[in-house]
């Protein structure tokens, strides 16, 4: 499986982003996807993900009601749209790809795609 993220980018504090996360290959061997980020002189962190057959979600506290992952399974792509976005949201935004549950555990992760910079002006 290949993962290709693209949509960070620069915006103000209270705007919008819309992260996108094509995936290729042997998408059939997915169980989940995960979107997750890394700030300055932080840990990866995970902020939500979704079951490839199901499409339930799960998300990290800080984000709930702002942050809305979804998937279209026609384009085999996961967004995450980003609402409401704070300068605590700045960071490197990743996508991943897992074959097994515990879509909130970092470590089940197996594929990752290349990370887009968010970054949030106050």
């Known amino acids: 499986v290949q993962l290709q993220a693209s949509g960070g980018g620069l915006v103000q504090a209270g705007g919008s982003l819309r992260l996108s996360c094509a995936a290729s290959?042997?998408?059939?061997?997915?169980?989940?996807m995960g979107w997750f980020r890394q700030g300055p002189g932080k840990a990866r962190e995970f902020v939500a993900a979704?079951?490839?057959?199901?499409?339930?979600?799960y998300y990290v506290d800080s984000v709930k009601g702002r942050f809305t992952i979804s998937r279209d399974s026609a384009k085999n792509t996961v967004y995450l749209q980003m609402n409401s976005l704070k300068p605590e949201d700045t960071a490197v935004y990743y996508c991943?790809?897992?074959?097994?549950?515990?879509?909130?555990?970092?470590?089940?992760?197996?594929?990752w795609g290349q990370g887009t910079q968010v970054t949030v002006s106050s």
């Open positions: 290959g042997r998408t059939d061997s997915i169980y989940g």
């Open positions: 979704i079951t490839w057959g199901s499409s339930r979600t």
């Open positions: 991943a790809a897992r074959a097994s549950y515990r879509l909130r555990d970092i470590t089940g992760y197996d594929r």
